[in-house]
Protein backbone atom coordinates (compact mmCIF):
# COMPACT_ATOMS: atom_id res chain seq x y z
CA UNK A 1 0.00 0.00 0.00
CA UNK A 2 1.20 3.27 -0.60
CA UNK A 3 0.21 6.86 1.15
CA UNK A 4 0.69 9.77 -0.79
CA UNK A 5 -0.65 12.18 2.06
CA UNK A 6 0.43 15.72 2.66
CA UNK A 7 3.62 16.39 4.29
CA UNK A 8 2.24 16.42 7.85
CA UNK A 9 3.97 14.43 10.50
CA UNK A 10 0.90 14.24 12.77
CA UNK A 11 -1.41 13.06 9.42
CA UNK A 12 0.54 10.36 8.24
CA UNK A 13 1.40 8.95 11.79
CA UNK A 14 -2.53 9.07 12.22
CA UNK A 15 -3.22 7.31 9.26
CA UNK A 16 -0.95 4.83 8.92
CA UNK A 17 -1.91 3.76 12.71
CA UNK A 18 -5.24 2.85 11.83
CA UNK A 19 -4.72 1.64 8.22
CA UNK A 20 -2.06 -0.79 9.92
CA UNK A 21 -4.96 -1.66 12.32
CA UNK A 22 -7.05 -2.88 9.29
CA UNK A 23 -4.26 -4.50 6.76
CA UNK A 24 -2.94 -8.02 7.45
CA UNK A 25 0.07 -8.36 9.02
CA UNK A 26 2.20 -8.82 5.94
CA UNK A 27 1.35 -6.24 4.35
CA UNK A 28 3.70 -3.41 3.23
CA UNK A 29 3.18 0.19 3.78
CA UNK A 30 5.64 2.83 1.24
CA UNK A 31 5.33 6.15 2.04
CA UNK A 32 5.83 9.20 -0.77
CA UNK A 33 6.78 11.51 1.49
CA UNK A 34 9.49 13.89 0.30
CA UNK A 35 11.78 14.16 3.79
CA UNK A 36 10.14 12.83 6.93
CA UNK A 37 11.81 10.02 8.77
CA UNK A 38 10.42 6.83 8.46
CA UNK A 39 11.37 6.31 11.83
CA UNK A 40 8.59 8.85 12.99
CA UNK A 41 6.28 8.17 10.72
CA UNK A 42 5.71 4.46 11.96
CA UNK A 43 5.85 5.71 15.65
CA UNK A 44 2.70 4.48 16.17
CA UNK A 45 1.72 1.56 13.99
CA UNK A 46 0.69 -1.69 14.09
CA UNK A 47 3.88 -4.17 13.19
CA UNK A 48 5.68 -1.11 12.04
CA UNK A 49 8.77 -3.16 10.97
CA UNK A 50 6.66 -3.76 7.24
CA UNK A 51 6.86 0.11 6.70
CA UNK A 52 9.44 1.79 3.95
CA UNK A 53 9.91 5.08 2.54
CA UNK A 54 9.28 4.56 -1.03
CA UNK A 55 9.85 8.35 -2.46
CA UNK A 56 9.25 8.57 -6.41
CA UNK A 57 9.61 11.39 -8.27
CA UNK A 58 6.86 13.12 -10.37
CA UNK A 59 5.65 12.87 -13.39
CA UNK A 60 5.39 9.35 -11.30
CA UNK A 61 4.13 7.65 -14.53
CA UNK A 62 7.33 8.53 -16.42
CA UNK A 63 10.09 9.24 -13.92
CA UNK A 64 11.65 5.65 -12.99
CA UNK A 65 13.35 6.78 -10.00
CA UNK A 66 11.72 5.63 -5.81
CA UNK A 67 14.32 6.64 -3.32
CA UNK A 68 13.70 3.28 -0.58
CA UNK A 69 14.56 4.23 3.32
CA UNK A 70 13.85 2.04 6.01
CA UNK A 71 12.79 2.99 9.94
CA UNK A 72 15.02 1.99 12.69
CA UNK A 73 12.02 -0.29 13.34
CA UNK A 74 11.81 -1.33 9.81
CA UNK A 75 12.64 -5.04 8.50
CA UNK A 76 15.35 -6.03 5.24
CA UNK A 77 12.57 -8.28 4.31
CA UNK A 78 10.30 -4.93 4.13
CA UNK A 79 12.77 -2.97 2.01
CA UNK A 80 13.75 -6.52 -0.24
CA UNK A 81 9.74 -6.65 -0.86
CA UNK A 82 9.63 -2.88 -1.70
CA UNK A 83 12.49 -3.04 -4.09
CA UNK A 84 10.74 -5.97 -5.86
CA UNK A 85 7.47 -4.15 -6.14
CA UNK A 86 8.83 -0.81 -8.02
CA UNK A 87 11.07 -2.91 -9.93
CA UNK A 88 8.16 -4.90 -11.41
CA UNK A 89 6.23 -1.35 -11.86
CA UNK A 90 9.05 -0.47 -14.17
CA UNK A 91 10.93 1.73 -11.39
CA UNK A 92 14.63 2.12 -10.75
CA UNK A 93 14.94 1.68 -7.41
CA UNK A 94 17.70 3.53 -4.78
CA UNK A 95 18.04 1.94 -1.27
CA UNK A 96 19.66 4.04 0.92
CA UNK A 97 21.66 2.40 3.95
CA UNK A 98 21.15 5.59 5.89
CA UNK A 99 17.93 7.64 7.04
CA UNK A 100 18.55 11.13 6.29
CA UNK A 101 16.20 13.80 6.45
CA UNK A 102 14.93 14.73 2.54
CA UNK A 103 16.81 11.44 1.06
CA UNK A 104 19.20 11.71 -1.47
CA UNK A 105 18.15 13.54 -4.68
CA UNK A 106 16.16 16.13 -2.45
CA UNK A 107 18.81 16.94 -0.67
CA UNK A 108 20.84 17.71 -3.58
CA UNK A 109 17.51 19.71 -5.29
CA UNK A 110 17.93 21.62 -2.77
CA UNK A 111 21.15 23.16 -2.69
CA UNK A 112 21.03 23.47 -6.43
CA UNK A 113 17.58 25.35 -5.43
CA UNK A 114 19.27 27.61 -2.59
CA UNK A 115 21.61 28.65 -4.92
CA UNK A 116 19.03 29.63 -8.10
CA UNK A 117 17.32 31.91 -5.36
CA UNK A 118 21.01 33.81 -4.65
CA UNK A 119 21.26 34.58 -8.22
CA UNK A 120 17.59 35.61 -8.66
CA UNK A 121 17.94 37.87 -5.53
CA UNK A 122 21.46 39.15 -6.67
CA UNK A 123 19.99 40.05 -9.42
CA UNK A 124 22.73 37.87 -11.29
CA UNK A 125 19.88 35.95 -13.57
CA UNK A 126 16.41 35.66 -14.47
CA UNK A 127 14.50 32.84 -13.72
CA UNK A 128 14.87 31.55 -17.72
CA UNK A 129 18.22 32.32 -17.12
CA UNK A 130 19.05 29.79 -14.70
CA UNK A 131 16.39 27.32 -16.37
CA UNK A 132 18.22 27.63 -19.07
CA UNK A 133 21.78 27.31 -18.22
CA UNK A 134 20.60 23.97 -16.47
CA UNK A 135 18.70 22.22 -19.90
CA UNK A 136 20.97 23.49 -22.64
CA UNK A 137 24.02 22.25 -20.45
CA UNK A 138 24.24 19.78 -17.20
CA UNK A 139 20.64 19.05 -17.42
CA UNK A 140 21.22 16.83 -20.51
CA UNK A 141 23.99 15.10 -19.17
CA UNK A 142 22.62 14.58 -15.78
CA UNK A 143 19.41 12.81 -16.91
CA UNK A 144 22.09 9.67 -18.30
CA UNK A 145 24.98 10.55 -16.07
CA UNK A 146 25.76 11.57 -12.70
CA UNK A 147 28.06 14.44 -11.14
CA UNK A 148 30.66 12.16 -10.48
CA UNK A 149 31.24 9.90 -13.48
CA UNK A 150 31.27 13.14 -15.34
CA UNK A 151 33.77 14.30 -13.01
CA UNK A 152 35.54 11.50 -13.61
CA UNK A 153 35.21 11.86 -17.50
CA UNK A 154 36.37 15.58 -16.99
CA UNK A 155 39.86 14.26 -15.44
CA UNK A 156 40.87 12.48 -18.69
CA UNK A 157 42.64 9.32 -18.78
CA UNK A 158 43.86 9.66 -15.20
CA UNK A 159 40.18 9.83 -14.04
CA UNK A 160 38.82 11.50 -10.58
CA UNK A 161 41.99 11.70 -8.87
CA UNK A 162 43.96 14.10 -11.48
CA UNK A 163 39.84 16.23 -11.89
CA UNK A 164 40.16 16.29 -7.62
CA UNK A 165 43.76 17.64 -8.19
CA UNK A 166 42.94 20.32 -10.70
CA UNK A 167 39.72 21.99 -9.32
CA UNK A 168 39.60 20.55 -6.04
CA UNK A 169 41.15 24.03 -4.79
CA UNK A 170 38.22 26.07 -6.68
CA UNK A 171 35.77 24.36 -3.33
CA UNK A 172 37.60 26.87 -1.37
CA UNK A 173 36.30 29.53 -3.63
CA UNK A 174 33.60 31.51 -2.41
CA UNK A 175 31.32 30.89 -5.77
CA UNK A 176 28.09 29.99 -4.39
CA UNK A 177 25.32 30.54 -1.56
CA UNK A 178 24.03 26.96 -0.66
CA UNK A 179 25.29 27.42 3.06
CA UNK A 180 22.53 29.82 3.76
CA UNK A 181 19.67 31.09 1.92
CA UNK A 182 17.79 34.78 1.07
CA UNK A 183 14.70 35.74 3.07
CA UNK A 184 12.21 34.95 1.31
CA UNK A 185 10.89 38.26 1.19
CA UNK A 186 7.57 39.90 -0.24
CA UNK A 187 10.04 41.88 -3.06
CA UNK A 188 11.97 38.55 -3.86
CA UNK A 189 8.61 36.25 -4.02
CA UNK A 190 7.16 39.03 -6.33
CA UNK A 191 9.88 38.91 -8.94
CA UNK A 192 10.34 35.41 -8.98
CA UNK A 193 6.82 35.11 -9.55
CA UNK A 194 6.93 37.83 -12.22
CA UNK A 195 9.73 35.95 -14.03
CA UNK A 196 8.20 32.43 -14.19
CA UNK A 197 4.99 33.72 -15.76
CA UNK A 198 7.44 35.75 -18.51
CA UNK A 199 8.88 32.03 -18.97
CA UNK A 200 6.26 30.34 -19.51
CA UNK A 201 3.99 33.24 -22.16
CA UNK A 202 1.00 31.82 -22.83
CA UNK A 203 1.02 27.99 -22.08
CA UNK A 204 -0.90 26.90 -19.85
CA UNK A 205 -0.03 24.46 -16.75
CA UNK A 206 -1.98 21.12 -18.95
CA UNK A 207 0.55 22.15 -22.02
CA UNK A 208 3.42 22.49 -20.23
CA UNK A 209 2.96 19.55 -18.56
CA UNK A 210 2.34 17.77 -22.07
CA UNK A 211 5.55 19.12 -23.33
CA UNK A 212 7.67 17.20 -20.03
CA UNK A 213 6.20 14.25 -20.64
CA UNK A 214 6.64 14.51 -24.15
CA UNK A 215 10.76 15.04 -23.76
CA UNK A 216 10.62 12.72 -21.29
CA UNK A 217 9.70 10.18 -22.74
CA UNK A 218 11.97 11.15 -26.15
CA UNK A 219 15.07 11.63 -23.91
CA UNK A 220 14.27 8.01 -22.64
CA UNK A 221 13.58 6.42 -25.98
CA UNK A 222 16.30 7.91 -26.93
CA UNK A 223 18.80 6.67 -23.93
CA UNK A 224 16.79 3.37 -24.77
CA UNK A 225 18.67 3.35 -27.96
CA UNK A 226 22.10 3.12 -26.29
CA UNK A 227 20.71 0.64 -23.37
CA UNK A 228 21.97 3.04 -21.04
CA UNK A 229 21.03 4.93 -17.85
CA UNK A 230 17.10 5.67 -17.36
CA UNK A 231 16.79 4.30 -21.20
CA UNK A 232 18.30 0.96 -20.01
CA UNK A 233 15.51 0.80 -17.29
CA UNK A 234 12.79 1.28 -19.91
CA UNK A 235 14.32 -1.44 -22.06
CA UNK A 236 14.80 -3.97 -18.61
CA UNK A 237 10.85 -2.89 -18.47
CA UNK A 238 9.78 -3.91 -21.83
CA UNK A 239 11.40 -6.34 -21.61
CA UNK A 240 9.76 -7.68 -18.59
CA UNK A 241 6.38 -6.82 -20.18
CA UNK A 242 6.95 -8.82 -22.87
CA UNK A 243 7.23 -11.97 -20.66
CA UNK A 244 3.97 -11.27 -18.81
CA UNK A 245 2.16 -10.91 -22.34
CA UNK A 246 -1.18 -12.58 -22.77
CA UNK A 247 -0.89 -16.46 -24.59
CA UNK A 248 -3.70 -16.52 -27.00
CA UNK A 249 -5.50 -20.18 -27.22
CA UNK A 250 -3.87 -22.00 -30.48
CA UNK A 251 -6.82 -23.15 -32.30
CA UNK A 252 -5.35 -25.32 -35.12
CA UNK A 253 -8.72 -25.82 -36.94
CA UNK A 254 -9.00 -22.06 -37.67
CA UNK A 255 -6.66 -18.70 -37.51
CA UNK A 256 -5.66 -17.97 -34.27
CA UNK A 257 -7.80 -15.00 -32.00
CA UNK A 258 -4.41 -13.65 -31.17
CA UNK A 259 -5.77 -10.13 -29.21
CA UNK A 260 -8.79 -7.79 -28.85
CA UNK A 261 -7.99 -3.88 -28.49
CA UNK A 262 -10.33 -0.73 -27.61
CA UNK A 263 -9.27 2.07 -30.19
CA UNK A 264 -7.94 4.98 -27.89
CA UNK A 265 -8.38 8.38 -28.21
CA UNK A 266 -4.49 9.30 -29.56
CA UNK A 267 -4.80 6.67 -31.79
CA UNK A 268 -7.42 8.85 -34.00
CA UNK A 269 -6.17 11.13 -37.12
CA UNK A 270 -7.34 14.85 -37.99
CA UNK A 271 -10.09 13.02 -39.42
CA UNK A 272 -11.45 10.82 -35.97
CA UNK A 273 -10.17 7.67 -38.10
CA UNK A 274 -7.60 5.23 -36.70
CA UNK A 275 -4.04 6.42 -38.37
CA UNK A 276 -2.44 4.17 -40.56
CA UNK A 277 0.53 3.44 -38.47
CA UNK A 278 -1.67 1.78 -35.57
CA UNK A 279 -2.86 -0.99 -37.97
CA UNK A 280 1.16 -1.79 -38.58
CA UNK A 281 1.11 -2.08 -34.44
CA UNK A 282 -1.90 -4.23 -34.18
CA UNK A 283 -0.75 -6.58 -36.30
CA UNK A 284 3.18 -6.73 -35.27
CA UNK A 285 1.70 -6.75 -31.72
CA UNK A 286 -0.72 -9.72 -33.03
CA UNK A 287 2.16 -11.36 -33.79
CA UNK A 288 4.34 -11.41 -30.55
CA UNK A 289 1.27 -12.74 -29.10
CA UNK A 290 1.21 -15.93 -31.64
CA UNK A 291 4.78 -16.32 -31.72
CA UNK A 292 4.68 -16.53 -27.73
CA UNK A 293 2.15 -19.34 -28.04
CA UNK A 294 4.18 -20.74 -29.84
CA UNK A 295 6.99 -20.58 -26.98
CA UNK A 296 8.71 -17.89 -27.96
CA UNK A 297 9.32 -16.23 -24.06
CA UNK A 298 12.10 -14.01 -22.52
CA UNK A 299 14.03 -17.46 -21.76
CA UNK A 300 14.08 -18.39 -25.55
CA UNK A 301 15.17 -14.69 -26.34
CA UNK A 302 17.51 -14.64 -23.60
CA UNK A 303 19.38 -17.63 -25.79
CA UNK A 304 20.34 -15.70 -28.22
CA UNK A 305 18.13 -16.33 -30.41
CA UNK A 306 15.16 -14.27 -31.89
CA UNK A 307 13.19 -13.29 -34.98
CA UNK A 308 13.99 -10.62 -37.79
CA UNK A 309 10.75 -9.40 -39.74
CA UNK A 310 11.81 -9.33 -43.39
CA UNK A 311 9.02 -8.12 -45.39
CA UNK A 312 5.62 -6.57 -44.07
CA UNK A 313 2.57 -5.61 -46.31
CA UNK A 314 -0.62 -3.64 -44.61
CA UNK A 315 -3.84 -3.04 -46.66
CA UNK A 316 -6.48 -0.69 -45.16
CA UNK A 317 -9.90 -1.99 -46.25
CA UNK A 318 -11.94 -0.38 -43.64
CA UNK A 319 -12.21 2.29 -40.86
CA UNK A 320 -12.00 2.26 -37.59
CA UNK A 321 -12.59 4.96 -34.91
CA UNK A 322 -11.88 5.81 -31.36
CA UNK A 323 -13.82 3.54 -29.03
CA UNK A 324 -14.38 0.42 -31.78
CA UNK A 325 -13.33 -2.72 -30.35
CA UNK A 326 -11.13 -4.74 -32.64
CA UNK A 327 -9.56 -8.02 -32.59
CA UNK A 328 -6.74 -9.26 -34.59
CA UNK A 329 -6.83 -12.83 -36.43
CA UNK A 330 -3.76 -14.52 -37.38
CA UNK A 331 -2.97 -17.45 -40.03
CA UNK A 332 0.28 -19.16 -40.84
CA UNK A 333 0.19 -19.02 -44.02
CA UNK A 334 3.77 -20.70 -44.68
CA UNK A 335 6.64 -22.13 -42.45
CA UNK A 336 10.03 -24.23 -42.53
CA UNK A 337 12.69 -24.00 -39.93
CA UNK A 338 14.12 -20.91 -40.86
CA UNK A 339 11.20 -18.72 -41.58
CA UNK A 340 7.59 -17.99 -40.36
CA UNK A 341 4.71 -16.07 -42.62
CA UNK A 342 1.80 -14.73 -40.96
CA UNK A 343 -1.38 -13.02 -42.10
CA UNK A 344 -3.37 -11.02 -39.83
CA UNK A 345 -6.99 -9.74 -40.18
CA UNK A 346 -8.26 -6.27 -37.96
CA UNK A 347 -12.02 -7.36 -38.08
CA UNK A 348 -14.07 -4.71 -36.09
CA UNK A 349 -16.80 -5.91 -33.42
CA UNK A 350 -19.47 -5.80 -36.72
CA UNK A 351 -17.06 -8.72 -38.39
CA UNK A 352 -15.55 -6.02 -40.60
CA UNK A 353 -12.22 -6.43 -41.70
CA UNK A 354 -10.82 -3.44 -41.61
CA UNK A 355 -7.12 -4.05 -42.44
CA UNK A 356 -5.35 -6.95 -43.41
CA UNK A 357 -1.11 -7.80 -42.79
CA UNK A 358 1.44 -10.25 -43.97
CA UNK A 359 4.63 -10.62 -42.47
CA UNK A 360 7.95 -12.86 -42.73
CA UNK A 361 9.78 -13.46 -40.34
CA UNK A 362 13.08 -15.12 -40.50
CA UNK A 363 14.81 -16.96 -37.25
CA UNK A 364 17.91 -15.57 -36.70
CA UNK A 365 21.05 -16.59 -34.14
CA UNK A 366 21.77 -12.75 -32.04
CA UNK A 367 25.32 -13.86 -31.28
CA UNK A 368 25.93 -14.16 -35.36
CA UNK A 369 23.52 -12.50 -36.91
CA UNK A 370 22.67 -15.02 -38.91
CA UNK A 371 19.81 -16.79 -39.89
CA UNK A 372 19.91 -20.56 -37.98
CA UNK A 373 16.68 -23.02 -37.65
CA UNK A 374 14.48 -22.34 -34.83
CA UNK A 375 14.61 -25.08 -31.69
CA UNK A 376 12.76 -28.07 -31.49
CA UNK A 377 10.66 -27.05 -28.81
CA UNK A 378 9.17 -23.86 -30.64
CA UNK A 379 8.90 -25.70 -34.25
CA UNK A 380 6.69 -28.79 -32.74
CA UNK A 381 4.55 -26.20 -31.60
CA UNK A 382 4.68 -24.35 -34.95
CA UNK A 383 4.08 -27.30 -37.37
CA UNK A 384 1.23 -29.03 -36.25
CA UNK A 385 -0.69 -25.24 -36.68
CA UNK A 386 0.98 -24.42 -39.61
CA UNK A 387 -0.35 -27.80 -41.44
CA UNK A 388 -3.49 -26.95 -40.07
CA UNK A 389 -3.53 -23.51 -41.47
CA UNK A 390 -2.70 -24.69 -45.12
CA UNK A 391 -6.12 -26.60 -44.92
CA UNK A 392 -7.52 -22.84 -44.66
CA UNK A 393 -8.68 -21.57 -47.81
CA UNK A 394 -6.11 -18.91 -49.31
CA UNK A 395 -6.72 -15.63 -47.83
CA UNK A 396 -8.31 -12.78 -50.34
CA UNK A 397 -5.52 -10.32 -51.23
CA UNK A 398 -2.60 -12.66 -50.03
CA UNK A 399 0.79 -12.16 -51.69
CA UNK A 400 -0.36 -9.35 -53.86
CA UNK A 401 1.75 -6.75 -54.74
CA UNK A 402 1.16 -3.03 -54.05
CA UNK A 403 -1.45 -1.15 -55.97
CA UNK A 404 -2.29 -4.46 -57.61
CA UNK A 405 -5.99 -4.72 -58.96
CA UNK A 406 -8.18 -7.69 -56.80
CA UNK A 407 -8.77 -10.81 -59.25
CA UNK A 408 -12.16 -11.02 -60.48
Known amino acids: MQESLPERLELKQKVLAQASKAAAPDTVFGSSTSGLLPTEIQRDMVNPERFVVGHPFNPVYLMPLVEICGGERTSQATKDRAREVYTYIGMQPLMLSKEIDGFIADRLMEALWREALWLVNDGVATAEEIDDAMRFGP???????????????????????????????????????????PELTDELLDTICAQSDAQAGTATIRELEA????????????LR??????????ANFEKALFGRGATPTLTPDGPVMAMERVIPADWTDYNGHTNDSRYSQLSSEASDCFFRSIGFTDAYLASGRTFYTVESHIRFLDQTHQGDKVKVMVTVASFDEKRIHLWTEIVREDGVVAATGEHLFLHVDAKSGKSSPMGTEMFDLLK???????????????GRRVGEKPAK
Request: with cysteine; glycine share 14%.
Open 225 to 234: GHNYAAGKTL
Open 384 to 398: PIGEAHAKLPKPVGI
Open 139 to 181: GLRWSFMGTFLIYRIAGGEPGMRHFMAQFGPALKWPWTKFMNV
Open 211 to 222: LRDDCLVSVMQG
